[in-house]
């Protein structure tokens, strides 16, 4: 087993298999999305031919949806999949959020929030997409003083009561609406069957990973994901690999793989913060170069899917950091003309 080609043909860093901005969010079922502005090239560098209208006309009409939701962090999550996630993901998320609030010393009692609830409905009612600058005007309009931090936990409990979502792409900031005028209902789903399709889109995108792995990056109780890797059956197989149990579908695909290809991948990609171990690709050496222990990740450079440098999206003329003296800055030249035209296009 070549772990890092398997990996690279499973995010579709190579060889990808998708068109649009939306197949890839629903094949990848969810997307980290912290960095507003880099999520885009995220999911984009996964299709056949990135383009940012292609995103923005996605995510506009909600086929795209931007949402906490898992670890209570900013998700991407394709409108098929909005409701069910949200079932099944909702009750560990707000845990996780309501314990952030108490060590940071913050309570809102329930009355609180259904009032204020009841007022960020209204305005995103009212305008259809919304920022927080927009929330905030309506609550002082109302004569109500709140700190920024203390609406953003109104707002994100808003959004894991399926309420908000995300509004319209704006260049720098978030924008909200209404959950049920940016996205159709749909079936309730099963919690069994739910499971099982989370580890099946989990494993099929990200393979191959480990049981720890997506607990991790799932968020939910390791029952609960060894319930879904089991109602796989047979879809799904283990290979041991220097001592570690990992998993892959029967149908993960092995061909495509062209070796001497350069990606820049944003901060919080899925190839990165999509596995809880991630020594594979990310020599430990360099780990603190990529990401701190807080949490914080940076945009790297990848050759032959191993991380291999830092580089700087939001600069006009490229520059790129390397690890060490085995790579220079002109081989990453046609990777990053590759982003440029994604801006542009």
Not at 69 to 80: C, D, E, F, Y
Not at 217 to 235: Q, V
Not at 260 to 282: A, C, M, T
Request: with cysteine; proline share 3%; hydrophobic share 40%.
């Amino acid at each position: 087993m070549n772990p890092i080609t398997i990996r690279l043909l499973s995010q579709q860093l190579v060889a990808p298999q998708f068109d649009t901005p939306a197949e890839v969010v629903g094949y990848m079922c969810a997307m980290q999305a912290q960095e507003y502005r880099m999520m885009r090239w995220a999911v984009a560098m996964r299709t056949r031919k990135p383009s940012a209208k292609a995103f923005k006309e996605a995510f506009d009409s909600g086929l795209i949806i931007r949402l906490h939701l898992m670890r209570g962090t900013w998700q991407l999550v394709s409108a098929n999949d909005y409701w069910w996630m949200l079932d099944l993901c909702a009750s560990k998320a707000t845990a996780v959020i309501k314990g952030w609030m108490s060590s940071n010393k913050i309570s809102i009692p329930d009355e609180e929030l259904m009032w204020i609830r009841e007022i960020l409905v209204q305005t995103a009612a009212d305008k259809r997409s919304v920022t927080k600058e927009d929330f905030e005007e309506a609550l002082l309009q109302r004569d109500i003083q709140m700190d920024e931090h203390r609406l953003s936990y109104h707002i994100r409990m808003a959004e894991l009561s399926g309420t908000l979502c995300s509004g319209d792409l704006l260049p720098m900031k978030a924008s909200y609406s209404l959950s049920v005028e940016k996205v159709k209902s749909s079936t309730k789903m099963d919690r069994d069957e739910a499971l099982m399709l989370m580890a099946r889109k989990y494993f099929q995108s990200r393979q191959p990973a480990t049981l720890e792995d997506f607990v991790w990056w799932s968020g939910l109780n390791i029952s609960d994901c060894r319930r879904g890797m089991e109602l796989l059956g047979n879809a799904i197989h283990k290979e041991t690999w220097k001592g570690r149990d990992f998993y892959l579908t029967d149908d993960c695909r092995t061909r495509g793989f062209r070796r001497g290809k350069f990606h820049l991948i944003p901060p919080y990609d899925e190839y990165l913060i999509g596995y809880k171990s991630r020594d594979i690709v990310l020599p430990q050496e360099h780990r603190h170069k990529a990401h701190n222990n807080s949490g914080i990740f940076q945009p790297v450079v990848a050759f032959d899917g191993v991380i291999c440098g830092n580089w700087k999206p939001f600069k006009e003329d490229f520059e790129v950091d390397f690890f060490n003296k085995d790579h220079t800055g002109e081989e990453v030249r046609e990777a990053w003309q590759a982003y440029r035209r994604f801006i542009t296009n």
